[in-house]
């Protein structure tokens, strides 16, 4: 009853600060101040609004996490869609942009600093992550939701949430982040947390010493080290990869 509608606010300010300023810059450009005011007064007032709701469902709910949770099962949806929003936004400039300046210098014989983007490249970027999603999505999506630690929705709703504000803010300053990247780390976020407070009583200094050494790991290692290894060795392997490509068609060329 006080929390629920915090967090559905946040998530509401957050939403509303990208599109005015990135969504609709083609179309309509506020000023710093007025985005703010706009997104402190949903903050305030999005609570209000949505309390009514969870008032009505949690009529009947016991104060119990697993009861607790199903109040996050929309708010979920909506932190999902702005966790995709988001993506979208940041991970297909990633791809796009190298496309866009090769289309950009072609056709017009000179680097420039900054080039249009044209219709039927972003075209190819949506279609890309949209193909992607499908043949592919499935198998990274039973990682993260299920294999690095357990989720449920307030959970997962907390990973989403932060994913999305992380994603918003590198959008904003221009920091090519990875949103699968963030959300991955929301997800040992909230597992490492869920671990600390499971086994609090266990690090004691007076708590006896079998009671200590059973500590709960509610994150799984392998994953963590797993992904980890990833994370450290596809940068400079993109990198390798694409200067040997180029080292052979400069050759060739």
């Not at 590198?170 to 699968?180: D, E, H, K, N």
């Amino acid at each position: 009853m006080r929390w629920v509608p915090v967090l559905v606010a946040l998530m509401t300010a957050a939403f509303a600060a990208y599109l005015m300023m990135k969504g609709f810059k083609h179309i309509w450009k506020p000023s710093g101040g007025l985005v703010l005011l706009i997104s402190v007064g949903l903050l305030l007032l999005v609570p209000f609004a949505v309390r009514p709701w969870i008032r009505r469902a949690a009529q009947g709910l016991e104060n119990r996490r697993k009861h607790v949770s199903t109040l996050f099962k929309i708010p979920l949806i909506v932190s999902a869609a702005l966790l995709s929003f988001a993506h979208g936004a940041n991970d297909v400039a990633n791809a796009i942009g190298p496309l866009a300046a090769i289309v950009g210098v072609a056709g017009s014989g000179a680097v420039a600093s900054k080039v249009s983007v044209p219709l039927w490249v972003m075209a190819v970027g949506g279609l890309g992550i949209s193909l992607g999603l499908m043949l592919y999505g499935p198998k990274l999506i039973r990682i993260v939701g299920k294999q690095l630690t357990r989720l449920d929705q307030t959970r997962a709703f907390c990973i989403a949430l932060a994913a999305a504000v992380t994603v918003i803010i590198a959008s904003i300053l221009g920091l090519p982040v990875s949103s699968t990247h963030t959300a991955v780390g929301g997800v040992f976020g909230v597992g490492f947390l869920r671990e600390f407070l499971a086994n609090r009583p266990a690090r004691l200094a007076w708590a006896p010493l079998k009671k200590r050494e059973k500590r709960r790991l509610l994150v799984r290692r392998q994953q963590l080290v797993t992904i980890a290894a990833a994370w450290i060795v596809t940068v400079p392997s993109a990198g390798l990869i694409a200067g040997a490509v180029y080292d052979i068609l400069s050759i060739w060329f």
